[in-house]
């Protein structure tokens, strides 16, 4: 018997970035967006936990007990005194180390299978806490949908979304560090006071209300100039999104991904196809959001 569950890529929509904490991490109003982008992950009962990965990437993801499913499976197995004997396929979509939370979605989703392989019965806060322990970006990959993160990006609150919003993603060659990208935003801004993040009211509003325009008006990434600044390259690949019509164009997350928002699916398809053709990213993806968060198949 196996259990298979899919989990979406994440877009930031507002990352916005406080100073550093005493803990090493940033404050963050983190507004994050569920995208049509999907891994898979299946858990097997087998005689030891071990991890296997395909897809593109694949060969970039760590298959020994650093694997961010690996881990998620020994928290869960260690809180209710289970054997963590299990074997952990990864299907790979998201691209590895875009800033489009891939690893994280894979700890959600090992998470959720194994729950549903072992009969845990875990209550929904006991998942929230393992997957907040195993990273700033894992609780939204379980919930899915739109939520603005507080805290490091860890504590939740559900926001709703009034459409369907049209993105292409240009995944760019190589992989950016999230550490080193927070650390350069840290140098970008010393000696200068870096003030509370709060989550924009007029973004809020364009999720609710689901007008593209309204959304586009309003993205705004804090850590774009830090990735910028690492990946000068990614300048070229906005600007060549934003010529071939899209409403807004910024870095995901971390980057190197880049993501543009379309007015519509026959925009976004365009978009893709002159991104493409530009030599400016090794790939570009179309995908829709909401998406839902991790769901059992
Ligand atoms: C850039 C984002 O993807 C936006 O959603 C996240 O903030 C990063 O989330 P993540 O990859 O789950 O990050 P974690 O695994 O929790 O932390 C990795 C490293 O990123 C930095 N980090 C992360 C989150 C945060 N609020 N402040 C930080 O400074 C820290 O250096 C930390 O050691
Ligand atoms: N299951 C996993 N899939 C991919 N990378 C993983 C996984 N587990 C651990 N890692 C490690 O995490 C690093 C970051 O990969 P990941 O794809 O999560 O980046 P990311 O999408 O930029 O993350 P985020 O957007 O949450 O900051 C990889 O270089 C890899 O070493």
Redesign the pocket.
């Known amino acids: 018997m196996s259990v298979t569950v899919r989990v979406p890529a994440?877009v930031n929509v507002q990352l916005a970035v406080g100073g550093v904490r005493d803990d090493g991490y940033h404050d963050l109003a983190n507004v994050f967006l569920a995208v049509g982008l999907y891994d898979e992950i299946t858990v097997t009962p087998a005689d030891s936990l071990t991890v296997s990965?395909s897809g593109p990437g694949a060969d970039?993801?760590?298959l020994d007990r650093?694997?961010?499913?690996a881990r998620a499976a020994e928290l869960l197995a260690a809180r209710y005194g289970i054997d963590p004997a299990v074997h952990i396929h990864?299907d790979?979509d998201?691209?590895?180390?875009?800033?489009?939370?891939?690893?994280?979605a894979?700890?959600a989703g090992a998470l959720l299978a194994c729950d549903a392989l072992w009969s845990t019965g875990a209550p929904r806060e006991d998942l929230l806490d393992i997957c907040a322990d195993l990273?700033?970006?894992v609780p939204f990959s379980l919930v899915g949908g739109a939520a603005l993160g507080t805290g490091r990006g860890e504590r939740l609150t559900v926001l709703p979304v009034g459409g369907t919003f049209h993105w292409v993603f240009a995944v760019a060659e190589g992989?950016?560090?999230?550490p080193a990208v927070y650390r350069e935003f840290d140098r970008l801004h010393d000696g200068v006071d870096v003030p509370p993040p709060v989550a924009s009211p007029l973004l809020l509003d364009a999720l609710r209300t689901g007008d593209p325009g309204a959304l586009a008006a309003a993205l705004v990434n804090d850590l774009q100039p830090a990735a910028l600044s690492l990946r000068p390259a990614l300048a070229d690949t906005l600007r060549t999104g934003t010529d071939a019509g899209a409403l807004a164009a910024l870095v995901s997350?971390?980057g190197p991904t880049t993501a543009f928002l379309a007015k519509d699916a026959d925009a976004a398809g365009q978009i893709a196809e002159t991104l493409l053709a530009s030599g400016t990213c090794r790939t570009a993806r179309v995908a829709e959001a909401p998406a839902p968060g991790a769901t059992i198949l």
């Open positions: 994440k990965c970039q993801v760590p650093t694997n961010l499913a990864i790979k998201i691209p590895v180390a875009g800033g489009m939370a891939g690893g994280s894979d700890g990273g700033s970006d992989g950016l560090s999230t997350g971390s």
